[in-house]
């Protein structure tokens, strides 16, 4: 268990111009996975497209909080996050290379790059990282919706590593139950907790808060 700093608000960025890339499914099972750790967690749903918040709007339980801003307004929920005592602030970002996406990069403590292992991903995956790099951003890639066992893979980590930012040393599988929890506004880890999915994504939650020390 890593210590956190009760009263100082970390910023997590999910970015990619690529759409499906998986930003929202890893926003929510990773806000719900910091939550399950015992962190206050503000979700903000800065896409027109408002994927997190239809999750939000389907789910029952109240934590972690779900929010929406444009991307303009981020920083003065942030502020008000912070002042009512929250830990983490999680952005989920529109699949748009506009100027939203360095000024988002610019406030985060991480920026996290969603890439399913394909050709096409990866193209927008490199231009993330520039994104990322110009905003002076810390940044990770997040292998996402890996076919199981897929050798393409180990040749995306091998692909994105080149690109100059750190990978992610666990891949996030494509698996049903990932669909089936942002359908139903659950987390994976609330109906399958002792499942593959569950385990993946606490995986993932515990790398990134790592890199966010
Ligand atoms: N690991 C996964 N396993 C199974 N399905 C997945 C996985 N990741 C994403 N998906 C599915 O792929 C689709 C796109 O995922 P998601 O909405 O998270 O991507 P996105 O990057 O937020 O897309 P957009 O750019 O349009 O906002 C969704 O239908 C989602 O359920
Ligand atoms: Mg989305």
Known sequence: MTLWHHGVVKILAFLSQKGSSGKTTLAVHTAVAAHEAGLRVVLIDTDPQQSASVWADAREAAEPIVATASAGDVARVVAAAEADGMDLVILDTAPHATPDAARLARQADLVAIPCRPTAFDLAAA?????????????GVFVLSACPFRAPEIAETQAALAAYGLPVAPMAITDRRAFARAIASGRAVTEF?????AASEIRSLWTYLQEQMQ
């Not at 231009?127 to 905003?135: L, N, Q, R, S, Y």
Request: charged letters at 35%; a neutral charge; aromatic letters at 0%.
């Open 126 to 138: 490199q231009a993330g990282a520039t994104i990322v790099k110009a905003a002076g951003a810390k």
């Open 192 to 196: 399958e907790d002792d499942g593959k």
